[in-house]
Structure formats: structure tokens, C-alpha cells
């Protein structure tokens, strides 16, 4: 079993950045892929970005250069830095921990943070 919590969420203007933090605790966080997907009310939960258990990063084509996602296994925690966010960022964002491979799939993913709230006005 597998405990995350994210934190770090709020209001920013466009243009702003944020950084998210995953708090992870339960089995080894080093083995795990580690993704960030977000969700906004009547769509379906989208993928982000992930960091896989070896440090390679993949992401989303939205991302465009503007999020960066790191790990730090030591203290077992993933953070997902958003600069030059945009109105449409806005959403709630979900940390996921899970390696079955198919990275960008939910169902890829066993265990699921709470979410945090990301809101950016214009």
C-alpha cells in the first residue's frame, strides 16, 4: 500500500507558477512511477506528466516545456512545477503512483492522491 498526499494548490494569476508536492508514504516510493494527471468538472481525468522509477520524464503534448516534474527519493516525494500557466490549466490535480507500464493510462496507476486544487485566473 501506497499513501499520497498532494499539497501546494491555490490561485495564481496567468502567467504564474506553482509548485506541487506528492507526499508518499507505505512501500517503496523508489520503485514506483510517480504521474500527475489533472481533471476538471464532466471531463475525464487527463494525463499530465510522470517520472518513472528510473528518473526518465515523459509529458503531456499540452505541457509544451512549461512543467517539470522531479523526485525526491530520499525524502519520497514527487513535485510538479507549472510556470506560464494558463486559464485552461485550471483543475484539480491528482498524483498517482503505480508501474504497470502505460504510462499515460489511469488504469495504470493503483494508488491515487486526494488532489489539490490549481485555479488560474486571467
Known amino acids: 500500500q501506497v499513501q499520497l498526499v498532494e499539497s501546494g494548490g491555490g490561485l495564481v494569476q496567468a502567467g504564474g507558477s506553482l509548485r506541487l508536492s506528492c507526499q508518499a508514504s507505505g512501500e517503496s516510493f523508489r520503485y514506483y512511477d510517480m504521474a500527475w494527471f489533472r481533471q476538471t468538472p464532466g471531463l475525464e481525468r487527463e494525463f499530465v506528466g510522470v517520472?518513472?522509477?528510473?528518473?526518465?520524464?515523459r509529458y503531456a503534448d499540452f505541457v509544451k516545456g512549461r512543467f517539470a516534474i522531479s523526485r525526491d527519493n530520499f525524502k519520497d516525494t514527487v513535485f510538479l512545477q507549472m510556470n506560464s500557466l494558463y486559464p485552461e490549466d485550471t483543475a484539480v490535480y491528482y498524483c498517482?503512483?503505480?508501474?504497470?507500464?502505460?504510462?499515460?493510462?489511469?488504469?495504470?496507476?493503483?494508488?491515487w492522491g486526494q488532489g489539490t486544487q490549481v485555479s488560474v485566473s486571467s
Open positions: 498517482a503512483a503505480g508501474n504497470r507500464g502505460n504510462e499515460n493510462s489511469v488504469g495504470a496507476y493503483d494508488y
Open positions: 517520472i518513472r522509477w528510473n528518473g526518465a520524464n
